[in-house]
């Protein structure tokens, strides 16, 4: 069945550093392939999503392209905020299929 | 629009006790799903709805958990009898039709304590 892998956390970095999550997919065919983010105390929300290969999602300096040929999704942001310190979470949807989440990486930006 | 309403916010009740969790999903919003999240198992799949009609229950733990969807705006998840295990925090979430690239919207969560 479909299933996310994500880099294993926590991860700590200074602000202004450059920020890369993994995230690789196992699925057939073209799913659909999200990053959620929740901040503490809240529910999920939607970062940014791509549906098809070569895509590019992009939202708030966070940027993942989506990699048919390496089945994955990094996401990326150039120069990291405090703000910023949350769980992501990646996760794929497929045909009428529910969506399948990572398990999640625990970020924390130091000022 | 108002998104995913859930209530309670926070809930501390005895190991025995029946819970019922409340949610009310998006106005149009045709799939409606049950998360939990613990620090233990991560984020965990509970059940979710397709027009009101559970699709897939295989994630609800055991017989103490139940869910309904009497109608489109409302749905709930209660566990009866209630034990300490299942102190976790409890998404409801709607959308479309997930699997065509659709956002899946998620409620604050219910947040519960058993004791």
């Known amino acids: 069945g479909n299933s996310v892998t994500q880099m294993e956390g926590p991860v700590t970095l200074s602000e202004e550093a450059f920020l890369t999550i993994n995230c690789t997919y196992t699925a057939t065919g073209y799913p659909s392939l999200f990053w959620y983010v929740q901040y503490p105390g809240e529910g999920l929300q939607l970062l940014l999503k791509a549906t098809k290969a070569d895509d590019k999602g992009s939202n708030k300096g966070f940027e993942a392209t989506y990699r048919k040929e390496t089945t994955s999704f990094h996401l990326e942001k150039g120069s990291v905020q405090v703000s910023d310190s949350a769980v992501y979470f990646c996760a794929l949807s497929q045909g009428a299929q529910k969506l399948v989440f990572g398990q999640g990486t625990r970020l924390t930006i130091n000022p | 629009d108002a998104g995913v309403i859930q209530s309670p916010r926070h809930e501390v009740t005895e190991m025995g006790q029946e819970v019922t969790l409340r949610c009310k999903p998006i106005s149009g919003h045709d799939y409606l799903f049950w998360y939990r999240q613990t620090m233990m198992r991560g984020l965990e799949l509970l059940i979710y709805?397709?027009?009101?009609?559970?699709?897939?229950d295989s994630g609800m733990p055991e017989d103490r958990f139940s869910a309904k969807m009497p109608n489109a705006s409302f749905s709930t998840l209660k566990i009866q009898p209630s034990e300490p295990r299942d102190s976790a925090v409890y998404f409801c979430a709607s959308s479309f039709p997930p699997g065509t690239g659709n956002t899946i919207y998620f409620g604050e969560g219910s947040w519960l304590t058993v004791v």
């Open positions: 709805f397709n027009n009101n009609v559970p699709i897939d």
